[in-house]
C-alpha cells in the first residue's frame, strides 16, 4: 500500500557555529514534524568546529534519540564546509537543509516537498526577511549577478530552507567553503540540467546566539569563491 506520508524518505540537516542556545529547540522542531513527514528520516547535526556548547549538546541529543547524528568539525571551517558535510553525511534520497538557528518554520518543509517531482531543487525564497535594510539591498545586487553569471533562477539563493534530490551531488566536487556553496551548488547542478523552482517562505528574527553571516570576512571570501566558479563555469 502507497504511503500517506509526503515522501518515503528524508534527510534533514542543520549547520552549526556556536548555536548552544539554539540547538535544542532545533532538534525538538525537527522531532516534532518529520514523524508526519517521512516513513524514514533522519536529523543530523554539523558542529563547525563551534567554540561553545554546541558539539557536548549535540553529542548527548545523538545518545538520547536514535535519528539524531553528529557531524563534527574539529575547527571552524565555515559555512560551506559544513553543507558539504551534511549532504555528505545524508543517506537518503531527498536532502532538506536549514539554518540551526530557527529563523525558518519547518512547517513549511511540505511547500517543497509538493514541487520536488518535477524538480531537482526546491528552494525557499524569503518572502519578508528579517534582516536590515542594507543587508536586504546587498543581497538584491547579489542575486542580480549571480542570476547574471552563471543564469540560475534565484532572488534568494542564500535562503537557507532548502529541499535536493541526493543523486544531483553525485560526481559534483564542491569547492567553496565559505558561504558561496550555495551558488555553487545551483550554478553546477544548472549546468547538468537540473530544474531549481523558487517557493516564498516566512522567516523570523534570530533570537538567540550571533549573527555571523554579514561579516566583511565572510563576504570577501564569498566574492573570492564567486570569481573562481565562474573562471571555471564560463564557457
Ligand atoms: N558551518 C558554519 N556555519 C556557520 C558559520 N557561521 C554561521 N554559521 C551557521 O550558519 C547559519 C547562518 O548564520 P547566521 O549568522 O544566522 O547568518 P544569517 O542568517 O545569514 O544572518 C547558522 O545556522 C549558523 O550556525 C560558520 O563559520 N560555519
Ligand atoms: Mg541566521
Known sequence: MASAKPIEELSLFYPMFNEEENIEEAVARA?????????????????DGSRDRTGELGDRLAA??????????PVNRGYGAALKSGIGAARYGWIFYTDGDNQFDLAEIPLLLALRHEHEIVTGYRVDRSDPAHRKL???????????????????????????????????????????????????AKKRG??????????????????TGAKLSVILRAFRELFRLWGELKG
Open 31 to 47: 522531532r516534532a514534524v518529520l514523524p508526519d513527514l517521512a516513513d524514514r528520516y533522519e536529523i543530523i547535526l554539523v558542529n
Open 64 to 73: 538520547q534519540y536514535s535519528e539524531v547524528r553528529m557531524v563534527h568539525h
Open 194 to 211: 537540473a530544474r531549481i523552482v523558487e517557493i516564498g517562505v516566512h522567516h523570523y528574527p534570530r533570537r538567540f546566539g550571533q549573527q
Open 138 to 188: 546587498n543581497a538584491w545586487a547579489f542575486n542580480f549577478l549571480v542570476r547574471i553569471l552563471f543564469q540560475v533562477p534565484c532572488r534568494d539563493v542564500d535562503c537557507a530552507f532548502k529541499l535536493y534530490r541526493a543523486d544531483i551531488f553525485k560526481g559534483m566536487t564542491l569547492k567553496s567553503e565559505g558561504a558561496l556553496i550555495d551558488v555553487e551548488i545551483f550554478a553546477r
